[in-house]
């Protein structure tokens, strides 16, 4: 069944409607005909086509021609000065509560060590049973470090995390409550502003994980009155295969912020080189050894992209990218029993969506032959994720026509047809 007989769109109509349509050919590869349909953006966004023009000219300039004077003149500054721009233009952060350095991971135990620590007489921390495996790791590991007790949220898996699924268990006794804004398989939205308050209104903090928001879905952490976060870049922020995280902590709570890896990088003075450590009095003191300069570089070639379209823009495009994909999905792939295990309202999903058979492991193993890359989650999910800058709708529509022709094949080759 086309859109045009079912009265929607086609993929060539919207976009030729789609006002984001010419980033397309800002990043590498993306006409290349070897790769018929990227779908796994939200693991690893394509590179911006600037990177490698930005990246000679580091080597030749910062660094081949200034050298170690580039630290005094510009690199030590690096961490806090592209935290600054990464909170205007997608965190809606004011300037000095974001720095970027090490990997999400490191930064998470930072900053839910210092949550446990700001509130000392709270023996109770808040997760979802579903958030992603090292939130889950790094969140036991804390707990066992602070005797901590872990009070778990049971959340509809094809949704996410409630207010409702919250309420009962935070109390007097919650320190913070760990939740990831996007979650990584359904793709829900939560609610930001209402999680906050209601762990406020229990004492508690929040400690949130934008890793599948940021640069895809609009955040606003000062707004929100969020207390922490933190986030990759490599994902809809195109940084990279293991390029440096963020973190986020709110002005008011940076002077009493205590986190655990203490470095040079965090110090007051770093060139005191002094015999105890002095933690600096902003957000530098998230620090902890030497910022991955280097690292950062692509980044801000996406940043560049980002404050040019507008996260405004680039929201509306997510969500009709993840309209179109379900829309297809109900038209091509019910017939093969394959079930939505993400949101149907488009403004409660992020960018991605998470379709779900039996047969999905091996379907994506062909379709990577086939050079379309969608992402295989255990124990069924094919994750369907949708870069709004780089991704086409007629992309989406190839990738979901590749996957009904490999259920095709595979259900004719076991002696079962499509459901009728």
Known sequence: MTAARTGRPTSAELDAR???????????????????????????????????ERLTAFVEGAWGDRLIRSWDEAWMDEPTRVGDRLGR???????????VGDSTSVLLYKLLRAAAAARPDRREVVVDRDNFPTDRYLLEGVAGECDLTIRWVEADPDGGVTVDDLAPVLG????????????????????????????????????????????????????????????????????GPG?????????????????????????????????????????????????????????????????????????VKAMALTEHAVALADERLAAYDVRLASPRDPAARGAHVMLEHPAFREVTARLWQQGVVPD???????????????????????GIDAVAAALAELTSSSGRGPSS
């Open 243 to 315: 390029s440096p995280a963020f973190a986020y902590v709110r002005a008011d709570l940076l002077p009493d912020v205590q986190q655990p890896l203490w470095g040079w990088m965090g110090h007051a003075d770093p060139f005191a080189m002094g015999p105890s450590y002095e933690p600096a009095p902003g957000i530098r003191r998230i620090l902890t050894g030497t910022p991955p300069v280097l690292a950062m570089q692509p980044l801000q070639a996406m940043l560049d992209l980002l404050e040019e379209a507008g996260m405004p823009a680039v929201r």
């Open 376 to 398: 295989f989650r255990p124990p069924a999910g094919l994750r369907i994720g949708l870069s709004p800058l780089s991704t086409s709708f007629a992309e989406v529509e190839r």
């Open 18 to 52: 789609d006002p984001l349509a010419a980033y397309r050919s800002r990043f590498v590869g993306a006409d290349d005909p070897a790769v018929v349909a990227y779908l796994d953006g939200n693991s690893l966004g394509r590179p911006v086509a600037t990177v490698a």
């Open 89 to 99: 233009i997608v965190l809606g952060a004011a300037p000095g509560q974001v720095v």
């Open 172 to 239: 007097e006794d919650t320190a913070f409550v760990l939740l990831s804004h996007v979650a990584f398989r359904s793709g829900h939205v939560a609610d930001g502003p209402a999680v906050t308050r209601l762990a406020h209104d229990a004492g508690a903090l929040v400690v949130w994980d934008l890793s599948h928001s940021a640069g895809s879905v609009e955040v606003a952490l000062d707004a929100w009155g969020a207390d922490l976060a933190v986030g990759c870049t490599y994902k809809y922020l195109n940084g």
